[in-house]
């Protein structure tokens, strides 16, 4: 108790809380750092047919197709990347009120999953460019086992 008593002369009580200040702003960097996924699904049904291809899809049909989009960013003031609620009505609004209930190939020429994920990335991307976070990847499923998963990456950022 002495010894404690002694540690906390004007001096020590400064350092103490000057050590639990730094402590609690360290833990505050650390977690505006962390950096998270933030993820929603939907839904969507849709008509297309395959142009440029010799075999049953060139026939007229539909899909129930599965988007997940994906933002990356570090969470805010609030403790959120994006707002839930806000990812919804941006990819409602920008893709899926087009795309729902839809004949594709008014919209794309060749609407396969691939060229559907990079429409969907074009469409909402701006959107989601915010201080804190940005679009991180688009996943459009035709079938429950098939997928095309986009992350911007353009023809000239990779060779294959
Ligand atoms: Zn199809």
Known sequence: MIYRLLFLTKCGLESIILI??????????????????????????????LIKYKGKCENLHGHNYRLIVKVLGNPDEDGMVIDFTELKSIVKKEALDTLDHAYINDILEQPTAENISIWIWDKIETKLKKSNCKLFEVEVWESPQSKVIYNGIKESDISL
């Open 20 to 49: 639990k200040l730094m402590s609690f702003t360290f833990r505050l960097v650390k977690r505006s750092m962390a950096k998270l996924i933030v993820a929603k699904e939907f839904d969507f049904s849709a008509a297309h047919r």
